[in-house]
């Protein structure tokens, strides 16, 4: 998450479930329901990532989803 990536930031993207595995969300950029995090990165090294995620709205599965949208 460390590489190329801002030290905060807002992502703003929409949740839904996937169309094919159902029991999984994946987000979209137009289909959903809206869901807002501030991700700020506090400390990386090559391994892992510290990331305090402040919700600005409360979907399921929200941090993971968001944070796998952003390559994390």
């Known amino acids: ?8 930031g807002l992502i703003d993207t929409k ?3 996937h169309p094919l595995r159902r029991q999984e969300m994946r987000a ?3 289909e959903g329901k809206e869901a807002k ?3 700020k990165v506090l400390a990386c090294n090559p391994h892992l990532s510290l990331v305090e995620v402040q919700l600005l709205t409360g979907r399921t ?7 796998k949208s952003v390559g994390a």
């Open 28 to 30: 979209h950029p137009t």
């Open 37 to 39: 995090s501030v991700c």
């Open 1 to 8: 998450l460390c590489v190329n990536t801002p030290p905060e």
């Open 15 to 17: 949740l839904q479930r």
């Open 61 to 67: 599965h929200q941090i993971r989803v968001h944070l």
